[in-house]
Each structure stands twice: as structure tokens, then as C-alpha cells.
């Protein structure tokens, strides 16, 4: 007869990953690497929830490769994350926002994984208790290269480089992990789109958001749009379009942002709508780092069906030249990208 579930059969990433595993959707290897991530992340929502009590508030005193100032979290959080896929002992290589060069992993014993994440994005959001999360993407080893080129320091860290600096479209897994109202992360392997939220009594992520699909359209848009002035002008068209109550039936487009793309990006996924940080004429490129915020979102969005795009291509298929490079992103339900993609194609 067919099994009962048991009343008491929790669905956890876990059991969730095993199964995958049993189906041969991802080797084992891979599923360490998952786990040790999700492991950090369960770290990180403690130290978050616990920031303003625990002195953990406020600057540390530095700044990242990208000219940020660094939040004491980012970066414990940072080495939180490298503690974790160290001691899984399948990471080769970690990139990370808040490291200046990818990091060659001596503990690696297999698997060999390149894990490029950002530890604790919108963490100027912090101090504010305002949603942050963390964003991951996990690569095989490129084959043109041995990473291990010991006696040649240069060779090896331009090995590192090259082995970081893949497309989006060669990710094995990608996701985040939303620190908020609830402590969610989701996650694809490639085979949809996957939600599990944390239950702190368990010390488990539980499913919660099986087979995720990203609603067609949705008349939310995350911009922001103090540089609304610096945008080109068919953007700056699209923009005045989604406000156009007659366009739309009598009722615009509402807007969203919280200045935290973790945040921003979950509602999106789940109510639809289009998050965007385009280029402007002070940053043409935008804000957004590819390798450790876009293309993991992209990679998760069409995942769920949505699409992501830089405005004129997909962002998966962008190769990154260097490990900190910007691109503009569009990004969320299907039919809102294709419409700010029709106005930039007329520019
Ligand atoms: P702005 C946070 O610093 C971040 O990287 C994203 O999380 C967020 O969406 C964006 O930058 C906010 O940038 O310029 O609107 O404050």
C-alpha cells in the first residue's frame, strides 16, 4: 500500500536534499556544500536578530573592494560563510563581496566547488532592523585550469580568477537566504524553484515554498528612484508609463523599496512585479555586483519562470571579466521585464 505520510514526517532542506540526491539531481558533494551553506546562514540570522543587543551594530571601521564601508556583521558574516564552506571541505575556491581576491581553499578534499557569495547584502539596513539576506552561487572548478599551481603564486590567483569569472548559465546552484519577518532561503539546483523557512524550535529550514513559479506580471516596481534623473530617457519613459492610471486600467503601479535587493527580491518573486537598479549617468553600469548578487538572482527568477536582464541581454549569459563588475539589472516577472526591454530596445 502507498506509505501514509506520517503525521510527524517533517520536509526539511535536509530530507529535501537527500531526496534530490536519490534522484540524481545533484552528487553529494554538492549537497555538503549546500548544507554547510545553509549552516552559515542559520548563524547569521541568530547574529543578526541579535545585532543591537550584542554591540554588533555600526561600522567596523574598513572598506570593501567596492568602496563600501563595512558593517561589523559583514564582516563577521563574511567569515562566517568561510568558516563553513571551509570545514565542508568541498569548496576550492570562495569569492566574496567583501574579499578583494577569490581565496583558494586549502581544507578542500573534493568536490572542489567554487562558492562565490555575498555575505550580508544590504547591510546598511542593519542598524534600522530593516530585511537583509545573504546570496550565494556555487560553480564546478573550470577545467582549463589547475588551481593548485603552488610554486606560482600569480599563476594560481589568476587560476582563482578565471576559475570565479564563469556565466551565470554554468551555475550548479544558486540562492539566498532572507533575514526578516521570517528566515527564509531559497534555492534552486537546477530543477525549480524551492522555499524553506526556519523554524528556530527544530534548529531546521522547513519546506514552505515547494516548486516556486514567479506570477507573469504584477504591477509592483522596486526602483529607486531618487536617480531617476540620471536614467536615459526611454527608462525615464517606461518609468512615467507604470504611473499612467488610465494606461492601466485607472489604477498605476505601486511601489516598493526597501533598499535591501534580498528583500526586495523575495516579494517580487512571490507577488511578481520587477525589481530594477539600472545604470544611471554617474554609474552606467549601476550598482549591482554580477557574480555575487545578479546572476544568482537571474539563475533563481528563471528558475521560477521569470526573467533576468541587464536591459539588452540576459544575465546569465554575460561572462564576468572581473570579479567585482557591475551590471544593470531588470528583474522579476516575465512580462515586466520584456516591457522595460521593449522601451530600452527603442533608445
Ligand atoms: P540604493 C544594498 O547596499 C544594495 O546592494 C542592495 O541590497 C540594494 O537593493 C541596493 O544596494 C540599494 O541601493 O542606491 O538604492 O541605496
Redesign the pocket.
Known amino acids: 500500500s502507498a506509505q501514509t505520510k506520517s503525521e510527524y514526517e517533517l520536509s526539511t532542506l535536509t530530507t529535501w536534499l537527500l531526496k534530490e540526491e536519490q534522484a540524481g539531481h545533484l552528487d553529494s558533494e554538492l549537497a555538503t556544500v549546500i548544507s554547510s551553506i545553509a549552516l552559515a546562514c542559520k548563524q547569521i540570522a541568530s547574529l543578526v536578530t541579535r545585532s543591537g543587543i550584542s554591540n554588533l551594530t555600526g561600522a567596523a571601521g574598513a572598506a570593501n573592494f567596492s568602496g563600501?564601508d563595512q558593517k561589523k556583521l559583514d564582516v563577521i558574516s563574511n567569515e562566517v560563510f568561510a568558516n563553513a564552506l571551509r570545514a565542508s571541505g568541498r569548496t576550492g575556491i570562495i569569492a566574496s563581496e567583501e574579499e578583494d581576491l577569490p581565496v583558494s581553499v586549502e581544507e578542500t578534499y573534493s568536490g572542489n566547488y567554487v562558492v562565490v557569495f555575498?555575505p550580508l547584502?544590504?547591510?546598511?539596513?542593519i542598524d534600522a532592523g530593516i530585511s537583509?539576506?545573504s546570496i550565494f552561487g556555487v560553480y564546478a572548478p573550470s577545467e582549463e585550469c589547475d588551481v593548485n599551481d603552488m610554486e606560482n603564486p600569480e599563476k594560481m590567483m589568476e587560476n582563482c580568477v578565471i576559475n570565479v569569472c564563469q556565466p551565470g548559465s554554468s551555475l550548479l546552484a544558486a540562492g539566498y537566504c532572507l533575514y526578516s519577518s521570517s528566515t527564509v532561503l531559497m534555492l534552486s539546483i537546477g530543477k525549480g524553484l524551492f522555499g524553506f523557512t526556519y523554524d528556530s524550535m527544530v534548529g531546521e529550514f522547513i519546506m514552505s515554498h515547494p516548486n516556486l513559479q514567479v506570477p507573469e506580471t504584477g504591477k509592483i516596481y522596486a526602483f529607486?528612484e531618487?536617480?531617476y534623473q540620471g536614467w536615459e530617457p526611454k527608462l525615464r519613459e517606461y518609468m512615467d508609463g507604470l504611473k499612467d492610471a488610465e494606461k492601466w486600467g485607472g489604477k498605476p503601479y505601486s511601489a516598493r523599496?526597501i533598499?535591501?535587493?534580498?528583500g526586495?527580491f523575495h516579494r517580487t518573486l512571490l507577488y511578481g512585479g520587477i525589481?530594477g537598479?539600472p545604470g544611471d549617468n554617474a554609474n552606467p553600469n549601476g550598482?549591482?555586483r554580477l557574480l555575487y548578487?545578479c546572476a544568482p538572482m537571474s539563475y533563481l527568477v528563471e528558475q521560477g519562470g521569470g526573467k533576468g536582464s541587464t536591459g539588452r541581454e540576459r544575465v546569465l549569459d554575460v561572462c564576468p571579466e572581473k570579479v567585482h563588475q557591475r551590471v544593470p539589472l531588470f528583474i522579476g516577472s516575465k512580462k515586466e521585464v520584456e516591457n522595460v526591454e521593449a522601451y530600452l530596445a527603442q533608445a
Do not use: A
Open positions: 563600501e555575498d547584502d544590504g547591510s546598511s539596513n537583509v539576506g529607486n531618487g536617480n523599496y533598499g535591501s535587493l534580498v526586495d525589481y537598479y550598482k549591482l548578487e
